[in-house]
């Protein structure tokens, strides 16, 4: 794991936990932050299997956090995005995998503990959250892919503070084409956006998705 730290005149590298220890495979992807005493880092490592990966900031060091296994004892999971709006509100995304087939993955931190969070699926191949984003308890958005039975479409999850449900998006490449959300952002309940690329059958193209409010 890497982490650096910005003091206001240098950025320097900060003492981080690795799981897997160092002759093992250990990844931190994103990071988010509310003060100078919380932050949150997640990833994953290698133990078998990849393993979801939190790790904490509390002001003085970095600690590994212990988070819910989805799945059975021998499932892969990986966090690759992280959102936190207070110290009693944080969302980490990813996947996990059920078998042969890859689900999405939340997991949230109420203040005291990381817990797997019922999250869609939607479709029965693959499915993966890349990025989430957060502006409330009640507001909140995680991006990433699904696979139909040819290509990747995009994926668009929304948090209303009771459940986490598909949204409609669009997918410029069509269904036969691959369609990737890799980020988001959001700075209220009507105004978020989503990017990622497509395929339009001669190359990849840039994609951006705005939320209105609305659609």
Known sequence: TLIEHWNGKDWKIQKTPNPAGWGASNRLADVAATSATNAW???????????????????TAWTVQPSQKPGTSKASSSLFGVAATSDAN???????SSGSTMRTLIEHWDGTAW?????PNASGHANALSRVAA????????????????AEQTLIEHWNGKDWKVQKSPNPGGSKRANYLVSVTAT?????WAV???????????????????S
């Open 41 to 59: 880092a997640v990833g994953r490592y290698h133990a078998g299997a990849d393993q979801a990966l939190i790790e904490h900031w509390d002001g």
């Open 188 to 192: 209220s309940d009507a105004n978020a």
């Open 196 to 214: 990622g690329f497509y395929d339009n059958g001669t190359g990849l193209r840039t994609l951006i998705e705005h939320w209105n409010g609305t």
């Open 135 to 150: 502006t409330s308890p009640t507001n909140a958005w995680a991006v990433g892919q699904y696979k139909n039975a040819t």
């Open 115 to 119: 817990t797997v969070q019922k999250s």
């Open 90 to 96: 944080a969302w980490a995304v990813g996947h996990f």
